[in-house]
Structures are given as C-alpha cells and as structure tokens.
T-cell receptor
Framework: ETGVTQTPRHLVMGMTNKKSLKCEQHLGHNAMYWYKQSAKKPLELMFV???????ENNSVPSRFSPECPNSSHLFLHLHTLQPEDSALYLC?????????????FGNGTRLTVT | QQQVKQSPQSLIVQKGGISIINCAYENTAFDYFPWYQQFPGKGPALLIA?????SEKKEGRFTISFNKSAKQFSLHIMDSQPGDSATYFC???????????FGKGTTLSVSS
C-alpha cells in the first residue's frame, strides 16, 4: 500500500451534485493537507489539519468542506461546485516536529465539473 | 511577500545536458527550500531539499544551489536523461508547522 492513497482517481460531477473525496495516509503522520492543482498555477493550499484540528483555511469557498475524523483519514466534501473548480485535488501528509517536514502526496483526484 | 517565483515555465534539454531551474523568494523568514518532481498521473514527490545554512547540496545528479543574499535558489540536473522529463516545483516554508509555498512549476523535456 502506498503512503498516501486517494479515491476516486477521477470524478465527473454536475454543478448540483454532492460528492466526497477521500484520503488515507499509512505513514503515521500527524498533519494532513488538501491542495488544488490547476494548469499553469502554483499548488494552492486549501486546508491543513494538525493532530485532527483544522489549523489553516486559505479563504476556500464554503462549497468545499473538509473533514478529518482521525489522523489517518481526510475527506473533502463537495457541493454546488462551479466549472472553474475543475482541477487535480491532491492530499498530502507530513510529520510536524521541530523542523520542517517533507510533504508526502497522494496521486490526486482529477475532478471535472460539468 | 509569500510568493515563490519560478522560471522558466518550460525547458527542453538534450540528453546528457544540464537542466537549470531557478526560483526566487522574498520572505526572509523562509528556512526550508525543497524541490518536488511530478510525473503525469502522479502526485509530486520530494526530490531534494536545502536549508539556508549551506550554499549547495548534491544528491546524485541533482544539486541545489542557494544564494541567501539574493534570495534565490536553483536546481541543477547534470547529465539529464529522458527519464527526468517531468514537472519540477520549488517551494519554501518558514517555521515548523507552516505550510509550503510552491512555485508555478517547470515542465522539463529531455530529448533522446
């Protein structure tokens, strides 16, 4: 099993649908992240969970709702999305300690909003 | 002040050549500078990282050069191979627990 697993790999949804992205990490890390990757733009940090507590929310629209039930699982609930939300959504984890810790990314969910 | 500016956007290098990607930052509180490599259909993976107490770090064919006074750092890929064709992202962060700020990425193509 790879370190960070994301499902589904691909998702097509209409603007009125509700769907969820799932992420699971098997690395024993204490922090998890959602990033959005769009063409020709930097990876955009969306949410950070540190020991299951949300510590950062970078002005993400409320149509994106994260959930972190434990330190190994992270969800991103989607509802009433817009076409411009189509992107690759990446989950990552890291072990926060006294120094900066590398991020371990999953392979992402390719989301298309029609 | 939170931006990391990366150039070039795309790069084509012949097999055996040297690939050079540059990044610049403004926030002097940044103290961790990693490079990530991403292949199509995969998430980014850590390639190499440096802290500002050294000016250069080398791992195999990959070298980071760091210029603290100029607030710039670069990735050099020696003897570039077709398997190195990927998108490369530089990033920076400050104190432990702060999130990485990424550059826009450089798409490298190594022709055989």
């Amino acid at each position: 099993e790879t370190g960070v697993t994301q499902t589904p790999r691909h998702l097509v949804m209409g603007m009125t649908n509700k769907k969820s992205l799932k992420c699971e990490q098997h690395l024993g890390h204490n922090a998890m992240y959602w990033y959005k990757q769009s063409a020709k733009k930097p990876l955009e940090l969306m949410f950070v969970y540190n020991f299951k507590e949300q510590t950062e929310n970078n002005s993400v629209p409320s149509r994106f709702s994260p959930e972190c039930p434990n330190s190994s699982h992270l969800f991103l609930h989607l509802h009433t999305l817009q076409p411009e939300d189509s992107a690759l959504y990446l989950c990552a984890s890291s072990q926060l300690s006294t120094g900066s810790s590398p991020l371990h990314f999953g392979n992402g969910t390719r989301l298309t909003v029609t | 002040q939170q931006q990391v500016k990366q150039s070039p956007q795309s790069l084509i290098v012949q097999k055996g050549g040297i690939s050079i990607i540059n990044c610049a930052y403004e926030n002097t509180a940044f103290d961790y500078f990693p490079w990530y490599q991403q292949f199509p259909g995969k998430g980014p993976a850590l390639l190499i990282a440096i802290r500002p107490d050294v000016s250069e770090k080398k791992e195999g064919r990959f070298t980071i050069s760091f210029n603290k006074s100029a607030k710039q750092f670069s990735l050099h890929i020696m003897d570039s191979q077709p398997g190195d064709s990927a998108t490369y992202f530089c990033a920076a962060s400050g104190q432990a627990g702060t999130a990485l700020i990424f550059g826009k990425g450089t798409t490298l193509s190594v022709s055989s």
